[in-house]
């Protein structure tokens, strides 16, 4: 009896040596904490703020994969993956911890794995619309991705915002290597993107009175006032789910006698809080043609003198949507399935909300996996 009170003293005082060290450790922002970007990569190509990463084979014969083992194949799909991501959350999400780590699962599954990162712009860089992220630089990076790959053929996997850049390019006609394209929680139906939704149908009455009536446009706003800085954009994200940014810190409470939950916690944490800058004429664009007009979910967006067609897309489509998005609901993500002309086209639900479905601790499960398998099947 006497042994068991020692025994269980002697725990508890360890606990609470362990909860006080990774407290304090994560008080003081202790970088062993941070477990995102182990994986090893290359940088194969810059054209000014954007770099394209290139992700080599994996040493290893297993990797942990959230609370299972993955083997690594042996051989490589000929269809090599480019990974697109949205704006403001960065590129961490895709390499975010040893075992929830996308660009390794894919590696492990055989797939060639590119990632392009937009970098990070500043109020310097408010000239940067949708046209130059969707048709300058995703194009540029993918013939960086196909000369060093050597393949003609490319697949985007592309979230949130990174895929409507995805697929207002393919929308053009332009590129006919285009082999395959996988959409996460990519909201197509921004009347329908459940938070902002009533606010973005409200405002359409007003922007049409304003342009029947006056030459004013918001694009004349020079593009600098009109420029979102990344701490905004960190704290918007939060407030989709105030509720669960609370409960979170008392989780960490509950689990600091845990190193590895406490360096999940401040990893994660790292993403959500160090969001990027919105440029300006980004803004611009997203607030008249994607979010007021509605044009993605017409399936037609001109940006200038190009026009993109979603009809056009006919290569195979999967789209997945978190089924507790609080950001972007699921019939906005699935309304590309009635625009592509695409025979081959999928639906699907996956468990998370708007950063859990890509990221969180069930994705590996099921987004990961569900992408994983329709790729391999496309891929050779």
């Known amino acids: 009896m006497f042994d068991r009170v020692r025994r269980y003293a002697h725990s508890v005082q360890t606990n609470a040596r362990e909860a ?93 794995v590119y990632l392009i990162d937009w970098g990070e712009p500043g109020r310097n860089d408010a000239h940067l619309g949708v046209r130059d992220y969707a048709l300058r630089l995703l194009p540029d990076a993918l013939t960086a991705v196909r000369a060093h790959s050597g393949s003609p053929d490319v697949s985007l996997m592309a ?43 409200a405002l359409n009455g007003p922007a049409r009175l304003v342009r029947r009536h006056t030459s004013w446009r918001i694009h004349q706003i020079d593009p600098r006032l009109m420029h979102v800085p990344g701490w905004l954009n960190g704290v918007a994200f939060k407030l989709t789910n105030p509720i669960g940014s609370l409960t979170t810190y008392l989780s960490l409470l509950r689990g600091l006698g845990d190193r590895e939950f406490v360096a999940t916690h401040a990893t994660f944490g790292r993403w ?48 997945i949507a978190g089924e507790s998005d609080q950001l972007v609901g699921v019939a906005s993500v699935r309304r590309i399935m009635a625009l592509v002309t695409s025979e081959d086209r999928h639906f699907e639900l996956a468990p998370g909300g708007h950063a859990g479905v890509f990221a969180g601790s069930e994705a590996s499960a099921h987004t990961w996996r569900i992408a994983a398998d329709w790729l391999a099947k496309r891929s050779d």
Not at 64 to 92: K, M, N, R, Y
Not at 170 to 189: F, K, L, M, Q
Not at 296 to 304: D, E, F, K, Y
């Open 272 to 319: 959500m809080g160090d969001m990027l800058d919105y440029p300006g004429t980004l803004v611009q664009d997203f607030l008249v043609t994607l979010w007021i007009d509605n044009a993605l979910a017409s399936g037609t967006v001109r940006l200038g003198e190009v026009e993109s067609d979603l009809a056009s897309i006919d290569c195979p489509l999967l789209a």
């Open 20 to 112: 006080l060290t990774n407290g304090r450790d994560w008080l003081a922002n202790d970088p062993d904490l941070y477990q995102a970007e182990r994986t090893p990569y290359r940088v194969i190509h810059r054209l000014g703020l954007m770099a394209v990463r290139y992700y080599p084979p994996l040493e290893e014969s297993t990797i942990p994969v959230g609370d299972a083992v993955e083997s690594v194949a042996a051989h490589e799909h000929a269809v090599p993956i480019v990974l697109v991501p949205p704006l403001a959350a960065s590129t961490l999400i895709f390499d975010l911890l040893p075992q929830r780590s996308l660009v390794r699962y894919l590696r492990a599954r055989g797939f060639a």
């Open 159 to 201: 979230y949130c915002m990174g895929g409507l850049f995805a697929l207002i390019y393919a929308g053009t006609g332009r590129d006919y290597g285009i082999r395959n394209i996988v959409t996460i929680a990519s909201p197509i139906d921004m009347h329908d993107a459940t938070l902002a939704a009533r606010a973005l149908r």
